[in-house]
Every structure is written in structure tokens, then in C-alpha cells.
């Protein structure tokens, strides 16, 4: 009985632990991603309208 009580115990902690550490690791992650996904919207800004260009000049060719 009091080894069960210790080994919930400790699962209870490592579980607690584990999830302190994935909330760390997701704040830093995400003040890290934020600055990847903000140079890919305006890399793909730039982009667009040369895309919107050749998928018009691909229409007016098919037609």
C-alpha cells in the first residue's frame, strides 16, 4: 500500500513536471516561430502577385 501511494505519487509529479516543461518549451517556441511565420507572410506578400500574374497568363493560354 505505501509503495503504490509513493510510485502515484512520484507519477503525479513527473506528470506535473512534464507539463510545466511543454508550456516552457511552447512560449519559447512560439516567441521563436512568431518571427519565422512573419518573414514567410511577407516573403509570400512579395510573391503573390507574381504568382496571380503567371496563373493569368496560364488561363488566358488554355483559353
Known amino acids: 500500500m505505501i509503495a503504490e501511494t509513493i ?3 512520484f507519477v503525479f509529479i513527473a506528470g506535473y513536471l512534464l507539463m510545466w516543461c511543454m ?3 511552447q512560449r519559447f517556441s ?3 516561430l512568431d518571427n519565422k511565420i512573419l518573414n514567410e507572410l511577407s516573403y509570400l506578400k512579395v510573391s503573390a502577385p507574381n504568382l496571380k ?3 493569368d ?3 488566358s493560354v488554355s483559353l
Do not use: A, H, R, V
Open 30 to 32: 512560439l516567441k521563436f
Open 7 to 9: 510510485c502515484l505519487l
Open 23 to 25: 508550456g516552457f518549451l
Open 53 to 55: 500574374s503567371t496563373s
Open 57 to 59: 497568363s496560364n488561363s
